[in-house]
């Protein structure tokens, strides 16, 4: 975790380019640090290891579910949230009680997702 005077760090799981892109000038612009990864390898090789406090998990990073970095997230206390275009009855049973930002979501459901992360 960061002290209070550093910025949050946020793991950004996507692999969608542009939307990351998009994602990560909109997170600099509310003052996050982030990392991002567009691979399950490379997310979970941050999860285990990166000082993060917070995380936007695609579910699907290009092909592969981001499950297993989230048991990793969950384990180490890290709020998460997934983001997806999938259907909730698509979501295994055991991650739909997680939050989950359906796609494609704006800023004001961005910001009120990790608000909630925050607050929880």
């Not at 567009?38 to 695609?58: F, G, Q, T, V």
Request: charged share 25%; net charge negative; proline share 5%.
């Amino acid at each position: 975790m960061t002290t209070d005077h550093a910025p949050l760090c946020i793991l950004l799981a996507e692999d969608e380019m542009l939307l990351a892109m998009m994602l990560e000038d909109r997170l600099h612009t509310s003052v996050y640090r982030v990392l991002k990864a567009a691979r399950l390898a490379k997310c979970m090789e941050l999860a285990e290891s990166a000082p993060i406090d917070l995380a936007i998990l695609d579910i699907n990073l290009a092909g592969e579910a981001s499950f297993p970095a989230a048991l990793i997230l969950r384990r180490r206390g890290i709020p998460f949230v997934f983001s997806s275009g999938y259907d909730e009855q698509d979501v295994p049973e055991a991650w739909r009680n997680e939050n989950i930002l359906q796609k494609p979501y704006d800023s004001r459901q961005l910001n009120a997702a990790l608000t909630g992360l925050l607050e929880a």
